[in-house]
């Protein structure tokens, strides 16, 4: 087997991207806003993904097992073989010795505001938050999402592969997130990870009350918050009746809606107007949007389980959620994730009751739990977190595993963004998302060295590139 020189590597791996994927066309049918209320989008043209080799390296699955020992072979962007022992010899192959290094899946970042909060922060560059409305389930973060940001190259050399990207917590409903591949491109539609599941940002607690009632407006309280959230889920449910009793005439017709042919006649029948808004929410009843909703307090986080219980849809995922171990037998039960900090809270009222034995006391219960950052730094060192909240438990007397820590910010992140049968293992057939670190992941003194995403090298800490052209611009001597 080969060994090339990194300079070599570099050159062989980090494919350019060839295209950008179009403007898609907007919907022409009632069953394309069904799928998620955009048209299809044109992949994206790259060159084919290098076959690699990584041998001779501690392999962790975040499956269950990690192997002193191990190997993992990316072919076609895909994990073509991941095992313990000697790599297999591949024809071919670029092969690289691991020697002394760890191999984890990438890591996922459920809670990001990188692009929509652009790096250098600024009011112009503040796009986060629609506050015009306490709910604007219509907007997309998509819309606002910057992908020269200089915070996503450095979310990269954290080991990161793949983040969503949510709109601000201002509103009861702020619009839909989305979940990008960290992969750089001219247009943030992509940038959109294949495949992934449209979300939804909900909030609820202080932060609404305190934006929309400090304008003295509605709604100024937590009864208000639940009455807002009703009235727009009342609103969407009319909706879907109206377009699901349009389809059923149009198809007895047989002259529109999803059976039949539209024949222009004068008398066919008319779709109801469609509204941004409504889209998004009967997205959400209909289970194809997940929501995630950003709670502090364990009262609030049943509110809105009892908001999902009378409109009939699902929580995927509380975000911060402080008081998550106050419920964690509630979150068990109804497999509901938790995304949260290691260590922040205090810094308000509905984050005082916070500790940082959340993850582990959720883990111990059989609940997901989850590490976000919410941070453009946190999340260049989200490994760290994830120690930090694995060994608060582990000397409370919480039975914990490293497997379960790099669960944290691996598999259970993938799971809560509908990501998890592509990524968030080192398993045969899924995505080569992949990262080398120079030593233990858990480790403070452990860097990310090598990160694959897709089967392509996209950091090399060796040879570190820039992704946005305006560092770039900034970086020139005049």
């Given at each position: 087997?080969?060994?090339?020189?990194?300079?070599?590597?570099?050159?062989?791996?980090?494919?350019?991207?060839?295209?950008?994927?179009?403007?898609?066309?907007?919907?022409?049918?009632?069953a394309e806003l069904d799928a998620a209320g955009r048209a299809p989008v044109e992949p994206v043209v790259e060159g084919p993904a290098p076959l690699v080799v990584l041998a001779n390296a501690t392999v962790w699955t975040a499956d269950g097992d990690i192997w002193e020992r191990g190997y993992v072979v990316l072919k076609d962007g895909r994990i073509f073989a991941v095992g313990e022992g000697d790599a297999p010899t591949v024809?071919?192959?670029?092969?690289?010795?691991?020697?002394?290094?760890?191999?984890?899946?990438?890591?996922?970042?459920?809670?990001?505001?990188?692009?929509?909060?652009?790096?250098?922060?600024?009011?112009?560059?503040?796009?986060?938050?629609?506050?015009?409305?306490?709910?604007?389930?219509?907007?997309?973060?998509?819309?606002?999402?910057?992908?020269?940001?200089?915070?996503?190259?450095?979310?990269?050399?954290?080991?990161?592969?793949?983040?969503?990207?949510?709109?601000?917590?201002?509103?009861?409903?702020?619009?839909?997130?989305?979940?990008?591949?960290?992969?750089?491109?001219?247009?943030?539609?992509?940038?959109?990870?294949?495949?992934?599941?449209?979300?939804?940002?909900?909030?609820?607690?202080?932060?609404?009350?305190?934006?929309?009632?400090?304008?003295?407006?509605?709604?100024?309280?937590?009864?208000?918050?639940?009455?807002?959230?009703?009235?727009?889920?009342?609103?969407?449910?009319?909706?879907?009746?109206?377009?699901?009793?349009?389809?059923?005439?149009?198809?007895?017709?047989?002259?529109?809606?999803?059976?039949?042919?539209?024949?222009?006649?004068?008398?066919?029948?008319?779709?109801?107007?469609?509204?941004?808004?409504?889209?998004?929410?009967?997205?959400?009843?209909?289970?194809?949007?997940?929501?995630?909703?950003?709670?502090?307090?364990?009262?609030?986080?049943?509110?809105?389980?009892?908001?999902?219980?009378?409109?009939?849809?699902?929580?995927?995922?509380?975000?911060?959620?402080?008081?998550?171990?106050?419920?964690?037998?509630?979150?068990?039960?109804?497999?509901?994730?938790?995304?949260?900090?290691?260590?922040?809270?205090?810094?308000?009222?509905?984050?005082?009751?916070?500790?940082?034995?959340?993850?582990?006391?959720?883990?111990?219960?059989?609940?997901?739990?989850?590490?976000?950052?919410?941070?453009?730094?946190?999340?260049?060192?989200?490994?760290?977190?994830?120690?930090?909240?694995?060994?608060?438990?582990?000397?409370?007397?919480?039975?914990?595993?490293?497997?379960?820590?790099?669960?944290?910010?691996?598999?259970?992140?993938?799971?809560?963004?509908?990501?998890?049968?592509?990524?968030?293992?080192?398993?045969?057939?899924?995505?080569?998302?992949?990262?080398?670190?120079?030593?233990?992941?858990?480790?403070?003194?452990?860097?990310?060295?090598?990160?694959?995403?897709?089967?392509?090298?996209?950091?090399?800490?060796?040879?570190?590139?820039?992704?946005?052209?305006?560092?770039?611009?900034?970086?020139?001597?005049?």
């Open positions: 087997m080969l060994n090339r020189p990194r300079s070599l590597l570099f050159a062989a791996l980090l494919l350019p991207v060839a295209a950008l994927a179009g403007d898609a066309a907007a919907p022409a049918s009632r024809p071919a192959a670029t092969v690289l010795d691991q020697t002394g290094k760890h191999i984890t899946p990438g890591l996922i970042d459920t809670h990001s505001h990188l692009g929509v909060y652009a790096s250098p922060g600024g009011k112009a560059s503040s796009d986060g938050n629609e506050s015009t409305s306490p709910t604007t389930p219509g907007v997309w973060a998509e819309h606002s999402v910057w992908p020269q940001d200089p915070g996503l190259e450095r979310a990269v050399a954290g080991g990161v592969t793949a983040i969503q990207v949510l709109p601000g917590s201002a509103n009861l409903i702020g619009g839909r997130g989305v979940v990008l591949q960290m992969v750089p491109h001219r247009g943030s539609r992509a940038m959109r990870f294949p495949g992934a599941p449209e979300t939804v940002k909900m909030a609820c607690g202080e932060n609404p009350k305190r934006v929309y009632g400090g304008k003295g407006g509605a709604p100024s309280t937590r009864m208000g918050n639940l009455r807002s959230h009703r009235q727009a889920f009342l609103d969407a449910q009319h909706a879907m009746h109206e377009w699901d009793d349009w389809d059923e005439k149009a198809a007895k017709a047989g002259k529109g809606g999803k059976k039949g042919k539209s024949k222009g006649n004068d008398d066919s029948p008319k779709p109801p107007k469609r509204d941004l808004n409504t889209e998004t929410l009967i997205g959400v009843l209909k289970g194809e949007i997940l929501p995630q909703i950003h709670c502090y307090r364990a009262d609030d986080m049943l509110s809105i389980l009892q908001l999902a219980d009378e409109f009939g849809f699902s929580v995927r995922s509380f975000h911060h959620a402080l008081e998550a171990y106050k419920i964690r037998d509630v979150l068990a039960e109804r497999q509901v994730a938790s995304s949260t900090w290691a260590d922040w809270w205090g810094f308000k009222l509905e984050a005082f009751d916070g500790i940082p034995h959340n993850a582990a006391l959720l883990t111990e219960a059989g609940a997901l739990a989850i590490i976000h950052s919410d941070s453009g730094i946190g999340i260049q060192r989200l490994n760290q977190e994830a120690s930090k909240a694995y060994w608060t438990g582990r000397h409370a007397g919480i039975e914990l595993t490293e497997n379960d820590a790099i669960r944290w910010v691996t598999a259970n992140p993938a799971w809560a963004l509908g990501i998890d049968g592509a990524t968030g293992t080192l398993t045969k057939d899924k995505r080569g998302d992949v990262v080398v670190w120079g030593g233990h992941p858990l480790s403070i003194y452990s860097s990310a060295e090598l990160v694959f995403v897709n089967g392509r090298l996209r950091y090399d800490k060796q040879r570190p590139g820039q992704w946005s052209d305006f560092e770039v611009g900034q970086g020139v001597d005049r």
